[in-house]
Structures are given as structure tokens and as C-alpha cells.
């Protein structure tokens, strides 16, 4: 891949408008929101902090089933790259107020006829 195909600005203002409408949706617990983000398929997987979850349908009963309370976090160090038209990494780190923790989230994003949707996901915490 030529690296003119790196971070074209309107792929990468559309797929960074969809990283962030993901994580107000994360932390106003906006399941409905969560949801459409991600790819409607068994082959989705996100690998959380305590949890592993192949395909969509474990993902929505995660999502249904976790506290809807403490979700808000800052976000540092996000780094968000496309690739060409339709392929995207987000990465960054996070804090929650009264955690000594730093968390890290990356998601791999594709677009869709319907969209940019994340087909994989992994969340970890570090001391």
C-alpha cells in the first residue's frame, strides 16, 4: 500500500466521527448506539479486561448484562490510522477516576454498506 493511501482526511474524519461516537455511547451506556457499531456477525470478537466474547450475539448479552454505572474514562494517547478506504486501527489508552489502572483499547474497524463497524476489539488493564 502506497503511503497515500495512509490517512486520507476523509476517510480518517469519518472513521474518527465513529470512534468517537462509540465512546460516548460507551460511557452513556447507549446499548442501542454500542450495538449498531458493531459487525452483526459470529466471526465479531471482542476480548475484554475479564471476558471473551466470539460473535455478536455474546457481545449484545455483555452489553446487557454490565453496570451501566462508573463508565466515564479519559482517553490519552489515541492513536486512530486508516488504510485506504475502508480499513481502520484505534488505539488508546484510558483512566477511570478512583483507578490506579490504565486501560488500553484497540479496535479494528471496516466499512460497510452500512457503515464503519468494528469486526474485533481487545480491552486490557494494566497496573
Known amino acids: 500500500m502506497n503511503s497515500e493511501h495512509i490517512d486520507r482526511p476523509v476517510i480518517l474524519a469519518e472513521v474518527t466521527a465513529a470512534f468517537y461516537r462509540y465512546e460516548e455511547a460507551l460511557i452513556s451506556n447507549d446499548i442501542a448506539v454500542l450495538d449498531e457499531l458493531f459487525w452483526h ?4 470478537v471482542r476480548l475484554g479486561a475479564g471476558e471473551n466474547l466470539y460473535g455478536i450475539d455474546a457481545i449484545r448479552a455483555f452489553r446487557a448484562a454490565r453496570p451501566s454505572a462508573g463508565l466515564f474514562r479519559q482517553l490519552q494517547n489515541t492513536v ?3 488504510y485506504g478506504d475502508d480499513f481502520a486501527v484505534c488505539s488508546t489508552e484510558f483512566t477511570r477516576e478512583g483507578s490506579d489502572k490504565t486501560g488500553r483499547q484497540q479496535q479494528t474497524w471496516i466499512k460497510l454498506p452500512c457503515g ?12
Do not use: E, G, P, Y
Open 116 to 127: 464503519w463497524r468494528i469486526v474485533a476489539a481487545q480491552v486490557s488493564l494494566m497496573s
Open 41 to 44: 456477525d459470529k466471526r465479531t
Open 80 to 82: 486512530i490510522t486508516s
